[in-house]
């Protein structure tokens, strides 16, 4: 019997097999599309006119990266990107956290009714027509006011949050304020010292919408000077032929490392907020799933 309870039996053992290939090849459908822009991004731009499809690098030059950071534009959108990303991350994270530690106290007055126009916002929006004439009516066109305060708080992210909050235990207040400190005081000296796993979760969601910003600066941003990586990125996938020279490379040059410029700028653009994603991997999924345990 105890040698019978350690043993698989042939149609379990077939399904593992099966789930092991399945997710080898996911995984491999997964890494080479990376595999590719990363290769070609890092290939001499004759070699790429031979070999169309590569996941090694073939004739291993850095020409492509080179070049943009040669130019003003790439760099200079990597900073106002993370500009974006840091100011734009805490913006959302104070924002969000004091609006759901205030909605998770069940004293608040009008606590339902703010909590149904919250609801509301996830449902309905005033449309991209109004949106624009409210943001020009405030005169925040061409500013960073305009990527950052429209969505300053996320209604899902802030109901998620505020479960978290109603499910700590409400003793640690309670002894807090025998002790004589206020809800400030419980807020960032008990509360969010408690919520780390939430807290680095929801950084992370902000942070890559942030870095990812692009149809609100087109749609707000008419100073190219101000625009993030991600336009800048869509200009150069569309016209990279057409980006000017530089003191290093005359016109024919970039019209040959033009299919490498794209792949460089992606890796430009999407490693940054590739290094930070294993930072808070451990906080993720826990972090996601003990805010939406009840409601």
């Given amino acids: 019997m105890r040698a019978w309870v350690g043993r698989k039996s042939i149609g379990s053992k077939l399904f593992d097999g099966f789930n092991y290939i399945f997710l080898t090849l996911f995984a491999l459908f997964t890494v080479v599309p990376f595999l590719h822009i990363l290769s070609v991004s890092?290939?001499?731009a004759q070699a790429l006119k031979v070999k169309a499809f590569i996941l090694l690098p073939t004739d291993f030059s850095l020409d492509a990266y080179r070049y943009i950071f040669s130019l003003e534009t790439v760099p200079r959108s990597l900073l106002v990107t993370a500009g974006i990303t840091v100011v734009g991350t805490v913006v959302n994270l104070v924002f969000t956290l004091t609006m759901a530690y205030?909605?998770?106290?069940?004293?608040?007055?009008?606590?339902?009714?703010?909590?149904?126009?919250?609801?509301?916002s996830m449902l309905f929006n005033g449309g991209m027509i109004p949106t624009y004439l409210l943001i020009r009516q405030l005169g925040m066109l061409d500013t960073y006011w305009a990527l950052l305060l429209p969505g300053a708080i996320s209604a899902f992210n802030l109901i998620i949050i505020k479960n978290f909050f109603q499910?700590?235990?409400?003793?640690?207040?309670?002894?807090a304020k025998i002790d004589g400190a206020n809800d400030v005081a419980i807020l960032f000296r008990i509360v969010l010292p408690l919520s780390l796993p939430v807290i680095a979760t929801f950084t992370l969601f902000y942070a890559v919408g942030h870095w990812n910003t692009f149809f609100t600066a087109i749609m707000y941003m008419n100073d190219t000077s101000k625009w993030p990586i991600q336009v800048v990125l869509r200009q150069i996938v569309i016209v990279s032929s057409q980006l000017g020279e530089s003191a290093e490379f005359d016109a024919s040059e970039i019209s040959s490392l033009s299919e490498s410029i794209k792949m460089s700028v992606i890796v430009v653009a999407t490693l940054p907020i590739l290094l930070l994603y294993p930072f808070l991997q451990?906080?993720?999924v826990k972090g996601v799933l003990?805010?939406?345990i009840k409601g």
Wanted: hydrophobic share 45%.
């Fill in 42 to 44: 890092l290939s001499d």
């Fill in 102 to 120: 205030s909605l998770a106290r069940k004293s608040l007055v009008g606590r339902r009714s703010i909590m149904l126009v919250v609801l509301f």
């Fill in 167 to 175: 499910q700590l235990p409400p003793g640690l207040e309670e002894s």
């Fill in 282 to 284: 451990k906080y993720f």
């Fill in 290 to 292: 003990l805010g939406s």
